[in-house]
């Protein structure tokens, strides 16, 4: 039987350019060959409308879709659900406290720190279009 595979995982924003380069440099992924971003004072036709991140393999991970509203998540509670969410993991506490200083550096906002854990070390973060996502500590990482 022919199973449909994963191709990406795909978020929807109101600024794709932005959202992709969070993710980007959080990352370290790259653009997949023409969604690269344009010289500076060049328009950017594909950041307004549709962008793809490859990982470090050249696989497809993440798209973004330009939107023209989205509602920011009010995850754990309000009218706004997650719906999706990212799970990032690191092999330990200290690495969690350096993607902590970097994922705020490059934009995103911490909704629940809950790094000293004893049983599930993590922090959980909205990127800068509002989508949660956790960075937490997995030893096989």
Same mark, same amino acid.
């Given at each position: 039987?022919?199973?449909?595979? *994963?191709?990406?995982?795909?978020?929807? +924003? +109101?600024?794709?350019?932005?959202?992709?380069?969070?993710?980007?440099? *959080?990352?370290?992924?790259?653009?997949?060959?023409?969604?690269?971003?344009?010289?500076?004072?060049?328009?950017?036709? $594909?950041?307004?409308?549709?962008?793809?991140?490859?990982?470090?393999?050249?696989?497809?991970?993440?798209?973004?879709?330009?939107?023209?509203?989205?509602? $920011?998540?009010?995850?754990?509670?309000? &009218?706004?659900?997650?719906?999706?969410? *990212?799970?990032?993991?690191? &092999?330990?506490?200290?690495?969690?406290?350096?993607?902590?200083?970097?994922?705020? +550096? *490059?934009?995103?906002?911490?909704?629940?720190?809950?790094?000293?854990?004893?049983?599930?070390?993590?922090?959980?973060?909205?990127?800068?279009?509002?989508?949660?996502?956790?960075?937490?500590?997995?030893?096989?990482?």
């Amino acid at each position: 039987m022919d199973l449909p595979t *994963l191709r990406q995982v795909v978020l929807d +924003t +109101t600024d794709a350019r932005a959202l992709a380069e969070f993710y980007r440099a *959080l990352l370290g992924y790259t653009y997949v060959p023409g969604d690269e971003p344009p010289a500076p004072d060049e328009p950017d036709p $594909k950041g307004a409308d549709w962008l793809v991140l490859q990982d470090r393999s050249g696989n497809r991970a993440l798209a973004f879709q330009q939107v023209p509203a989205l509602p $920011k998540a009010t995850w754990p509670e309000g &009218p706004h659900p997650q719906q999706l969410h *990212l799970d990032l993991q690191v &092999p330990t506490r200290e690495s969690l406290d350096t993607q902590h200083t970097r994922a705020l +550096t *490059l934009g995103a906002h911490l909704i629940r720190d809950e790094a000293d854990d004893p049983v599930e070390s993590l922090r959980i973060y909205a990127d800068p279009s509002g989508h949660p996502f956790c960075i937490f500590v997995a030893p096989d990482a």
